[in-house]
Structures are given as structure tokens and as C-alpha cells.
């Protein structure tokens, strides 16, 4: 079975410019979560959708935008890119009951 | 607010030796506490879970244990190998209900020496 799945894997941005980051969950898996790992540290949670409606939102600014489609992919979107916006991009989905989340290889984000 | 501690932040073992990280959360309310293992390049990997209604849970060489009145949760890493070298996170939520945000510790680097 595949796993989770995000697009692209890398991606170079310039301050300012907006970037969309895309998620495929694990088949089956109704939610899916979105962190930001900065390197050096641990994950920090961004956004939580389940069944396509928003579940919990991090302390991220309102730059930071998420939605869920039907199929129950997800993009994540960030508006007025800064440089301190690059980062480790990480998508996790679960199953029934939410508790177990599987994360995919993340998105490398890099601004100039 | 909510706060995972993690602790040490770098370890290193002897092939064969056992390997132990420790965590403190803050959410009284916490309920479930997954180990993650980051390589180098790739996305955190589920290891092992334990739910607050268990003391202790094993897997083959890893185990974690939980004291809820201490707040404390540890994983146990037995017969290292030098594979088992990585990034490793804690972490803590409340989960089953609407949302299941993971608040995470600072992790561990673990260097298992041949």
C-alpha cells in the first residue's frame, strides 16, 4: 500500500511569492494534518482537516492556509512568503479513532 | 501552555548497548504519546504508541513506558544497532475527539558506534 504522499519534494521560493504544497493520505485516511519542522527541531502543528472540514489550527499566521477535497488530499498554502517560512513541510493523515498519524516525506521549502 | 521536554538532546551508545530518552508533557490531558524516528532526509516514522490507560508497551528491542502522575514517558531502545541511528521525537496529544494535534519534544539524536 502506498503511503502518504507530497509534492513536490523541494521547491525554491523568493520572498513575497506564494507557494502551494499538495498531500496525498494514506487510502482510507479521512484526515490530514499539516506540520512545520524548522531544522533543529520538532515538528510544529500548522493545520488538522477531517472529512474536508477544519479540525484545529496552530499558531501560524492567517498567511497560512489549508483546504481538503473530496478525495481527502489537501494543499496547504502560504501567502507573503518570509525567509523564516522555509522550512520542512510535513503532511500526516490517520485513519478511524485519529489517533495514529503517518507522516509523509515533506516538502522542502526554501526562501530567498 | 502546552510543552513536550525532551531530554537528552544527543546520545551516544556502543552497538549492543541499550539506549533510553526521556520526555515530560505538560496537558494533564494528554492521552496518547507516539515515538517518532527521522532519518536524515525522510518524513518522521511511527515506531511505537502507548495510550494513557497503559503503563508500558513493547515491540521487539524498543519499549516505552508512561507514569501519568509524573508525566513522564520513555522509550527504551535494548541491543542497539548501528541502523537504529537517527533523529528520535516524542510526542504528546489528546487524542480521539475532534482534533489530535501533536505537540512534539526537540529530539534526540542517537549515534549507535560500531
Known amino acids: 500500500d502506498a503511503g502518504v504522499t507530497q509534492s513536490p519534494t523541494h521547491l525554491i521560493k523568493t520572498r513575497g511569492q506564494h507557494v502551494t504544497l499538495r498531500c496525498s493520505p494514506i487510502?482510507?485516511?479521512?484526515?490530514v494534518s499539516w506540520y512545520q519542522q524548522v531544522l533543529g527541531q520538532g515538528p510544529q502543528f500548522i493545520f488538522q482537516?477531517?472529512?474536508?472540514?477544519?479540525?484545529g489550527r496552530g499558531n501560524f499566521p492567517d498567511r497560512f492556509s489549508a483546504r481538503q477535497f473530496p478525495n481527502y488530499s489537501s494543499e496547504l498554502n502560504v501567502n507573503a512568503l518570509l525567509l523564516g517560512d522555509s522550512a520542512l513541510y510535513l503532511c500526516?493523515?490517520?485513519?478511524?479513532?485519529?489517533?495514529?498519524?503517518?507522516f509523509g516525506p515533506g516538502t522542502r521549502l526554501t526562501v530567498t | 501552555g502546552e510543552n513536550v521536554e525532551q531530554h537528552p538532546s544527543t546520545l551516544s551508545v556502543q552497538e549492543g548497548d541499550s539506549a533510553v530518552i526521556k520526555c515530560t508533557y505538560s496537558d494533564s490531558a494528554s492521552n496518547y504519546f507516539p515515538w517518532y524516528k527521522q532519518e536524515l532526509g525522510k518524513g518522521p516514522q511511527l515506531i511505537i504508541d502507548i495510550r494513557s490507560n497503559v503503563g508500558e508497551k513493547k515491540d521487539q528491542r524498543i519499549a516505552v513506558t508512561l507514569n501519568k502522575t509524573a508525566k513522564h514517558f520513555s522509550l527504551h531502545i535494548t541491543e542497539t544497532q548501528p541502523e537504529d541511528s537517527a533523529v528520535y521525537f516524542c510526542?504528546?496529544?489528546w487524542g480521539g475527539g475532534a482534533t489530535n494535534k501533536l505537540i512534539f519534544g526537540t529530539g534526540t539524536l542517537l549515534a549507535v558506534q560500531p
Open positions: 487510502s482510507g485516511h479521512k484526515s
Open positions: 482537516y477531517y472529512e474536508k472540514e477544519e479540525r
Open positions: 510526542a504528546a496529544s
Open positions: 500526516a493523515s490517520s485513519g478511524q479513532g485519529i489517533y495514529e498519524q503517518y
